[in-house]
Every structure is written in C-alpha cells, then in structure tokens.
C-alpha cells in the first residue's frame, strides 16, 4: 500500500499548493511534484509484483488440490480394483469405487471453486486498487497541465504506447 500513500501525500501537496490569484490554479515546485510522481511510478511494479504473488498462490493451491483429487481417484480405482476382484462381492465393489470417484471428483471441482473465487476476489480488489490509482493520477496531471497553461485533461491517445514499468 505504498502506493496509496505516495498518492495520498501529493493529493495533499496539491491541497496545500499555494493558489494563484483569482483562478482555480495553484503553484508548486516542479521538482518535488516530479520527485513524488516518479515515487509512485517505482511503487507500481511492487504492486504488481503483489498481484503476480497472488496469482502463484492460487496455482500452487491449484496443483495441490489436483494432486488431491488425483490421489483421491487413485485410491479410490485401487479400491475398486481390490473389491472386484473378490468374485463374491464384485457388484457392491463397482458401486462404493463409483461414489469414491465421485465423491473425490466433487471434492475436486469444490476446490478449485473456491480457489477461483479468492483469486478473482484478489485480483477484482487489486483491480480497484490501480483504478483509483490511475484516476489519480490522472486528476494530478490534469492539475499540473492547469497549472502550466495548458487546456484540458489528460487522455491517452490510442496511438501512445504503454510506459515501460
């Protein structure tokens, strides 16, 4: 979260901007509001890095969970496979092994529900998070260009390519 706090802080550099005389505008130092924006820009990739670690737990829970059920069915086969070979009880074997995969199946896919759900929880919060980020952003650049004469807001051209972080 320390982007949230790099933001927070120019939010507040801005709010505390002295204003210029009869307009919405405000003055400040070009080399701290460039400091502070370049503070965020190397902020952005730990949070990724974040989303990315959050993204590896829900495949090593994944795997696990695969690697279970795999085991489940496994034995659940072995057992069928040693209840039908005793010839007297080879009916009521194929049935138990039949619920064991089943129930080794359902357990599976209850598993990967729930993992699925975190990891899109996870990754719909991060999601807001760099929304709110950008928005930001986007209203301290709007600022900036006001300050500096400029008309108008900030919007990417669809021709612009990403920055490189």
């Given at each position: 979260?320390?982007?949230?706090?790099?933001?927070?802080?120019?939010?507040?550099?801005?709010?505390?901007?002295?204003?210029?005389?009869?307009?919405?505008?405000?003055?400040?130092h070009?080399?701290?509001?460039?400091?502070?924006?370049?503070?965020?820009?190397?902020?952005?990739?730990?949070?990724?890095?974040?989303?990315?670690?959050?993204?590896?737990?829900?495949?090593?829970?994944?795997?696990?969970?695969?690697?279970?059920?795999?085991?489940?069915?496994?034995?659940?086969a072995?057992?069928?496979?040693?209840?039908?070979?005793?010839?007297?009880?080879?009916?009521?074997?194929e049935?138990?092994?039949a619920?064991?995969?089943?129930?080794?199946?359902?357990?599976?896919?209850?598993?990967?529900?729930?993992?699925?759900?975190?990891?899109?929880?996870?990754l719909?919060?991060?999601?807001?998070?760099?929304?709110?980020?950008?928005?930001?952003?986007?209203?301290?650049?709007?600022?900036?260009?006001?300050?500096?004469?400029?008309?108008?807001?900030?919007?990417?051209?669809?021709?612009?390519?990403?920055?490189?972080?």
């Amino acid at each position: 979260m320390e982007l949230l706090s790099r933001l927070a802080s120019l939010a507040q550099a801005v709010e505390q901007a002295r204003s210029v005389p009869m307009s919405s505008n405000c003055m400040m130092h070009r080399g701290e509001l460039l400091s502070a924006l370049a503070g965020m820009r190397d902020a952005i990739p730990v949070e990724i890095a974040k989303a990315q670690q959050v993204i590896d737990e829900r495949e090593h829970i994944v795997a696990a969970g695969r690697t279970e059920a795999e085991r489940i069915v496994a034995e659940g086969a072995a057992e069928r496979q040693r209840l039908t070979s005793m010839h007297e009880i080879t009916l009521a074997a194929e049935q138990e092994a039949a619920r064991i995969v089943e129930q080794a199946q359902a357990e599976a896919q209850r598993l990967r529900d729930e993992v699925e759900e975190y990891v899109d929880t996870s990754l719909a919060n991060f999601e807001q998070l760099l929304g709110r980020t950008i928005d930001t952003v986007r209203l301290g650049r709007n600022r900036m260009n006001a300050v500096v004469g400029l008309e108008g807001g900030f919007e990417p051209q669809p021709q612009e390519k990403p920055l490189p972080f």
